[in-house]
């Protein structure tokens, strides 16, 4: 056991700003390895990779990738990197963002750029709660859970993703746990080579503040969890895609092809200068 | 130039020549032809008709027109575009303009050339539509959340609807920040006949790029002597990272530091004031031997104009000061005709807001307020009556 | 999680494994369990000592159990571990 060599994955990370600033354990840091190891065995040019994300802990992921990089105000990735992947359709765009500035402030963001079909990959850390700010609820709190602002527990209907993507119209929909490393890894590739709108849900643990809250305090409880509760059920109907804490439906739900936004905008741009 | 149907033109870039147009359509040639490439925004009266001609112009051109879901959307797209290097703006009005003030503190922390249009109507809230203001000023410069400066520009002819805007990409690109174009529903939707140049001739400036090669410890955020940090965007190979968080030169969140703040919001102020004398413009009419001034910008300057001539025709001296540049606004130059003359008069479509710069900066010498809300601007009998009024 | 296995390959003789090789940046481990807790042939345990964060970062109890299934440096959320195969032309 040598100490001497460096991480595989070193050239993806800002090394001066490694170690991150997550807590141990947090299901953050496994997905940037994911994405890290999807970058990597797809041997994609870094110098065509654009990272943007909003704010909560996930939104920090930015500023850790060696690649272009911006880290914009709550809820508006998506928006953003509408301007950035129309300004230069050759960028690889990527939304890597939480539940909540993904669907509560920014939801209408997500749903037109999916039903655009803006060609731009979208990875949700989905830890069910608000954790940079403390701790508050969001749109994927669970029902009854326990967080600062459902003190009593929460009595607000969580959104199932899968079945808000697909029913935008998202071309490649998807939702992992941290614990399916490999399958994440494969759904980022995927996503990352497909042209259209793609959505990655993943079932991130947040043991510091959810799992505290809610009877997992350890990772390895709410890693647990995960075991125990997820099933890979492929091309279930979304709507049936269930996310409830006894059973998590994991798996590729929506693999299907579709012109792009950047797509009919270059063949309109050409008929356009044909007719004059 | 027209509205109706398809041009018969071929798609220049520059429509130059004498041209018959509306101030919203002569904005939007002047963004084209200042190198505007990408357009997102959300119809809003009175400035749709500046998305509906950048709709029909940029494709022709190779640029890029997007209708946003909000204006929130349209201002993050802007920002987006700016930074993947190409240059960028929007158009809305009172309404759209509050919904962007968050966006446009992310602009500024990130020091992003980019341009607003807003064809200012009568508000607050939904208000009048379809009637001119000259009510959100102040918010242009006060908008958003924290400390920072502006640039903001108000035409008040169609040419320079045309003009201005070119200016403001100029600006904005020179001093990589937001630049405010202050029209208002008058100068928007009134048609006048206007001078396109050639295309050699219209002055364009460009962001100013790294001279340094991408490496590790390239800073995004270093200021050249003018406290303007050259700019990479997307996909040079700069790997930079930039973030609306308090940030340091090589843009990394510094969130726990007061230095860090200290040095970075005082920059941010300073890139703009500390260059005030190459930013600010300010148009005189006989105002050296002035012992009334009136001082208007926007649809009110037009009035101005007319009432400080028919006031010169009747033997009174009075003059006018325009400024063209709103933001910074144009301390030194009233200061120092306020202590040439014995009164000020300010007519605006609001309820007081330059009269309040004009007042601090003129001190002692007394200022008249002629405010105007409503469908009617000032009639420049209203203003020559003003300026009766100081003269007895 | 070990993983118990009970068949054994007829040519188990003939086919040699890859040798792994454990590498542990025990500074950046901030102790979260996750390698020792899931990797399936119990291969690492939490060691004695304490890096520079407070923590326990793991160690390998047999390196030769290790099946470079490379789960470990896949669920680390702090690059802290990883695996590479043994050069065995010199021999393990």
Known sequence: MTEELPHPYEKFLRKDRIPHIWCEGCGNGIILNCFARALDELNIDLNKVAVISGIGCIGRVSGYTNTDSFHTTHGRPIAFATGVKLANPELKVVVISGDGDLFAIGGNHFIHAARRNLDIQVICANNFIYGMTGGQGGPTTPLDAWTTTTPYGNIEQAFNLVHLAAACGAVYVARWTTLHTRWLTESIKKALQKEGFSFIEVVSQCPEIFGRYNNMETSIKMMQWFKEASEVQHFSEPSKAEITPHRIVVGEFIDIEKPSYGRLLREMKVKVSEKK | MTTASTSVEKPR????????????????????????????????????????????????????????????????????????????????????????????????????????????????????????????????????????????????????????????????????????????????????????????????????????????????????????????????????????????????????????????????????????????????????????????????????????????????????????????????????????????????????????????????????FLPKLGEEPHKPDEILDAIKEVQK | MPVKTWRRPLDADKVKPPKAEVHVLKDRCKGCGFCIEFCPKEVLEESNEINERGVHPPRVKDENRCALCGFCAAVCPDFAIFTTEKNCKEGC
């Open chain 2, 13 to 368: 870039v520059v429509r130059s020549g004498r041209r018959f147009t509306s101030g919203d359509i002569a904005c939007a040639e002047g963004a084209l032809a200042a190198g505007c490439r990408f357009f997102a925004g959300y119809p809003i009266t009175p400035a749709t008709e500046i998305a509906e001609h950048m709709a029909r112009r940029l494709p022709e051109i190779g640029g890029v027109y997007i209708q946003m879901e909000d204006e929130i959307a349209s201002m993050a797209a802007v920002i987006g575009a700016s930074y993947a290097g190409v240059k960028a703006m929007t158009a809305t009005s009172g309404p759209g303009f509050s919904l962007m003030m968050e966006n446009i503190g992310l602009a500024l922390m990130t020091e992003t050339p980019c341009v607003i249009v807003n064809v200012m109507r009568g508000g607050p809230s939904t208000g009048q539509p379809t009637m001119p203001g000259q009510q959100d000023v102040m918010q242009a410069r006060w908008g958003s959340h924290g400390d920072y400066e502006i640039i903001a520009l108000a035409p008040s002819s169609v040419q320079e609807m045309f003009d201005l805007t070119v200016e403001a990409f100029n600006l904005a690109e020179t001093y990589r920040v937001p630049v405010f174009v202050l029209a208002d529903e008058i100068v928007g939707h009134m048609w006048e006949r206007i001078t396109i140049l050639e295309a050699e001739s219209i002055k364009i400036v460009n962001r100013k790029k790294p001279t340094v090669p991408p490496s590790n410890e390239f800073a995004p955020f270093k200021p050249d002597e003018d406290l303007v940090p050259p700019m990479a965007v997307f996909g040079e190979g700069y790997h930079f990272h930039a973030t609306g968080l308090t940030h340091d030169e090589r843009g990394y969140p510094r969130t726990e530091s007061a230095e860090a703040q200290t040095r970075l919001v005082q920059r941010l102020c300073n890139k703009i004031r500390e260059n005030k004398g190459r930013i600010i413009r300010v148009e005189n009419a006989m105002l050296e031997d002035a012992e009334v001034a009136v001082v208007a910008y926007g649809i009110a300057a037009r009035a101005a104009l007319s009432a400080v001539r028919k006031a010169r025709a009747k033997g009174i001296k009075a003059g006018l000061l325009r400024p063209v540049t709103l933001w910074p606004f144009s301390e030194e130059q009233v200061a120092q005709m306020a202590r040439r003359v014995k009164a000020i008069v300010v007519p605006e479509m609001n309820c007081g807001q330059i009269v309040r710069e004009v007042e601090r900066a003129a001190k002692e010498t007394p200022v008249i």
